[in-house]
């Protein structure tokens, strides 16, 4: 399925099947890390897919491994949270870098060489 049509089919099951209480403003769901078998290039690799349902994010993470992440909000008033949320998974994949970098340490990648 195409990005747009995969959030549309979650969003609809999530919001569907499920009863959230009401303090519950979104959803974040994540397949885990994925082998891929389609190339290692992170930008190739970078899938960022909209409807009015939500974002669907397909990340390379590390060599050969993805991420697709599910963003659904629950209501109008989360949506306008969402692109906080899409920004902020987007960037997964430097995450550890810049955890690493902060305390003075090299890359994930000079570490293992």
Do not use: C
Not at 35 to 59: H, I, K, P, Y
Not at 65 to 84: G, N
């Amino acid at each position: 399925m195409e990005p747009a049509d995969r959030i549309d089919a979650i969003a609809a099951l999530i919001r569907s099947k499920i009863t959230w209480p009401t303090n519950a403003h979104g959803v974040v769901l994540s397949s885990g890390p994925g082998v891929n078998f389609d190339g290692n290039d992170a930008a190739a690799q970078a899938v960022t897919g909209r409807s009015e349902s939500g974002v669907f994010l397909r990340r390379l993470t590390h060599p050969y491994l993805v991420r697709e992440t599910f963003i659904v909000p629950l209501s109008s008033e989360a949506t306008e949270h969402t692109d906080w949320w899409a920004a902020a998974y987007g960037d997964e994949p430097a995450w550890l870098d810049i955890d690493l970098a902060a305390v003075g340490l090299p890359k994930t990648a000079d570490l293992f060489l």
